[in-house]
């Protein structure tokens, strides 16, 4: 079966601009679960959806948004921009959000 | 900050030594998984475990949980070149939220 998907894979925005990454999960999979990566700061968690529910959040500001649809794609939004958003996004997939993670091959943003 | 601790931030072993990777988290875990990162590439999940005081094994990889549930280990032995990258545990926090230690970057010296 499919893995996740990401896309765009790498992204060159300049400060002040918005942008809005996607991810479709593996088929069946409900939760959805988003991370910032950067060297400095390992693996931060920034929300999890399922069925369109946003259960979590981590501590992010608030220009970190996003959504889940129907059919369990899921969008991430950063708003306003800054240097210190450059980052690897991965989107994880599962069945629960406790449970083995499938993730994405991540989103590359770089902001300049 | 990061609720579930992970050492050491970096290991270089010549081929053929052993390596860990220790993490613990401040409360108890309901599970703790493990995943790897090759270079360039995203975390694939490699294991979780449930009970206090399990084992795993995967060839050369043995992960234990500890009796409390509050540690986990993860033991390669006698490295290999293809097992360099950054392995990460992670663990339920929070409900709906999967928190990751830190990782620890392996490299292999041929």
């Known amino acids: 079966k499919a893995g996740v998907t990401q896309t765009p894979r790498y992204l060159i925005k300049t400060r002040g601009q918005q942008v809005t990454l996607s991810c479709s999960p593996i088929s069946g999979h409900r939760s959805v679960s988003w991370y910032q990566q950067t060297p400095g700061q390992g693996l931060q968690f920034l929300f999890e959806y399922f069925s369109e529910t946003q259960r979590n959040k981590g501590n992010f500001p608030g220009r970190f948004s996003g959504r889940q649809f129907s059919n369990s794609r899921s969008e991430m939004n950063v708003s306003t921009l800054e240097l210190g958003d450059s980052a690897l996004y991965l989107c994880?997939?599962?069945?629960?959000?406790?449970?083995?993670?499938?993730f994405g091959q991540g989103t590359r943003l770089t902001v300049v | 900050g990061q609720q579930v601790m992970q050492i050491p931030q970096y290991q270089h072993v010549q081929e053929g030594e052993d390596f860990t990777t220790y993490c613990n988290s401040s409360t108890t875990l309901s599970n703790i998984q493990w995943y790897k990162q090759r270079p360039g590439g995203h975390p694939v999940f490699l294991i979780q475990l449930v009970k206090s005081g399990e084992v795993k094994k995967q060839k050369r990889l043995t992960f234990q949980f500890g009796e409390a549930k509050k540690n986990s280990s993860l033991h390669i032995t006698a490295t290999q070149t293809t097992d360099v990258g950054t392995y990460f545990c992670a663990g339920p926090k929070g409900g709906n939220k999967l928190v990751f230690g830190a990782g620890t970057i392996l490299r292999v010296k041929s």
């Open positions: 994880a997939s599962s069945w629960t959000a406790d449970t083995e993670a499938f």
